[in-house]
């Protein structure tokens, strides 16, 4: 596949220049000139003008994917008991199939793990597919990645929903490239293209500086993986409930690793995901004797403290209290941003919140155009102001 110039009809106006994100064009003796590491990508053909350049490249042509139907969620569970982030993308699943007109389905794998079947459906399953095999009673790799292969080449869904835990983060590459599709990881918001119908997966490129949306046109089912606490569970009972085994053949052999013993790290009893109250400091807090004054608000709201990654790396709060591009994503019904300046890849990870309240000495922080209320002031004089004030009505 080449591109060249017709030299007879370029003028020489840069376009192309300016347009190729390779810098795969020069002007030279005032024409365009190819360079040799062009990706043929056509970025300067759709720019150009006068029509000066040309290609031999065959158009991309898109599958007929009529045969794809459905929307499944991967249902995560460990040791019998789902995580919730499945439910949380049943409850987008819901939305999604019903802009499409199909069906949301949700995928259980494990062994003697049948009792999780009617909280699926009270969670907007119109069906649930059921592999239960000895090999899978602990997640390994290999054993999920054969039984959700053998699933999608089976029974062929357009849309495929995975947590960004960690196994949706070991498992959904490795079979996204078993069967041959894209992945989209991270993402942040998922809807359907009114006009093509397919599925638009936005999550945070370049460092968390922009949002990128990601449409897959080529392959099919097309496969993203969504943060926990992103997305809103919604409860609706199906009045399908279909439940559709699956058998699966797995020999211990081609898994080829055991689980010899498991460890459960002990946790510090932090738990963002639950609080209805956050109150969240960043650079501006600026110490760790700042800090404290954010948990004294905290618990006279009944709520947690969280911060950012800059908050994390000093050394004032834990990593678990970590919110953000990196850190937990949260959706709390008040979120109190007590000196954070609002960059995005914060700002990724608490834009759920019911109510955010932003307290900061400069009127231009970021932080304000997503805050419900505003407060522009110290926040070592408004934040103890706060807390006399919600200490006082609890003594009332």
Known sequence: MAVWIDTDLCNGCKRCVKACPYGAVEIKEGKARILPHCTSC??????????AIHTDMEPKIIPDFSDRKGVWVFAEQRG????????????KAQSLAADLG????????????????????DFGANHVYLTQHKA???????????????????YKPNILLMGATHIGRDLAPRLSRRVGVGLTADCTELSI???????????????????????????????????PGVMEAVKKRSTLKKVIKHKVSLTEKEIGSKVLEQFKEEGT????????????????????????????????????????????????IPVERQVGQTGQTVRPEIYIACGISGAIQHRAGMLGSRYVIAINKDPGAPIFQVADWGIVGDLHQVVPELTRRFQEGKRK
Not at 83 to 90: A, R
Not at 102 to 121: D, K, N, R, Y
Not at 209 to 215: F, G, H, L, P, S
Not at 302 to 307: D, I, K, L, M, S
Request: proline share 4%; aromatic share 6%; charged share 20%.
């Open 193 to 227: 293209d009114p006009e093509e119908g397919i599925l638009l997966q936005t999550r945070p490129a370049f460092g968390g500086n922009v949002m990128a949306t990601i449409a897959n046109r080529y392959s099919r089912p097309q496969m993203a993986t969504v943060r």
């Open 42 to 51: 056509g970025t300067c053909m759709e720019v150009c003008k006068p029509q």
């Open 80 to 91: 019998g008991s789902l995580n919730p982030v499945s439910f949380e993308l049943l409850g």
């Open 269 to 316: 009893g932090v738990s963002l995901n639950d609080a209805k109250v956050i109150v969240a400091g960043g650079r501006g807090v600026g110490d760790e004797a700042g800090m404290k004054a954010l948990f004294t608000l905290a618990r006279a709201m009944g709520g947690e403290v969280a911060g950012t990654r800059i908050v994390v790396e000093a050394g004032w």
């Open 136 to 154: 899978l009673q602990d997640y390994r790799t290999l054993s999920y990645a054969k039984a959700m292969e053998s699933l999608i080449l089976t």
């Open 102 to 121: 199909q069906e949301v389905s949700a995928v259980l794998l494990g062994h003697q793990v049948s009792e999780l079947l009617p909280t699926l459906f």
